[in-house]
Nanobody, 130 residues
Framework: QVRLVESGGGTVQGGDSLRLSCATSGLSFSSCTMGWFRQAQGKEREFVARISWRGGSTYEAEYADSVKGRFTISRDNAKNTVYLQMNSLKPEDTAVYYC????????????????????WGQGTQVTVSS
């Protein structure tokens, strides 16, 4: 059984940092694309970042324009865990953050699509006050 469990959310002030974690089980973790998405109240779920295996020990990361330069995605294959380091947080980053897993290899440019991810966590709330 596949499980994804997020943690690390909370309430912070603008400019602060948070690190989200997503512990997984039941996956062939090292070869899965792991993504972070978020959903603000009243809005659709949107892509934040992903990290994909590209063979050997090479991984490729991709970010939404809105978080580029502020957020960093990383993974620890020994712990089957993916992280999202969020710096310089803004009120518009307020949302429920979800991690997700896609076990397939896809062509670049398509990993931002919600429907490509088979497995999802329950989400963790991040609230950024101004």
């Amino acid at each position: 059984q596949v499980r994804l469990v997020e943690s690390g959310g909370g309430t912070v002030q603008g400019g602060d940092s948070l690190r989200l974690s997503c512990a997984t089980s039941g996956l062939s973790f090292s070869s899965c694309t792991m993504g972070w998405f978020r959903q603000a109240q009243g809005k659709e779920r949107e892509f934040v970042a992903r990290i994909s295996w590209r063979g050997g020990s090479t991984y490729e990361a991709e970010y939404a324009d809105s978080v580029k330069g502020r957020f960093t995605i990383s993974r620890d294959n020994a712990k089957n865990t993916v992280y999202l380091q969020m710096n310089s947080l803004k009120p518009e980053d307020t949302a429920v953050y979800y991690c997700a897993a896609d076990p397939r290899i896809r062509r670049s440019g398509t990993y931002h699509l919600v429907q490509h991810y088979d497995y999802w966590g329950q989400g963790t709330q991040v609230t950024v006050s101004s």
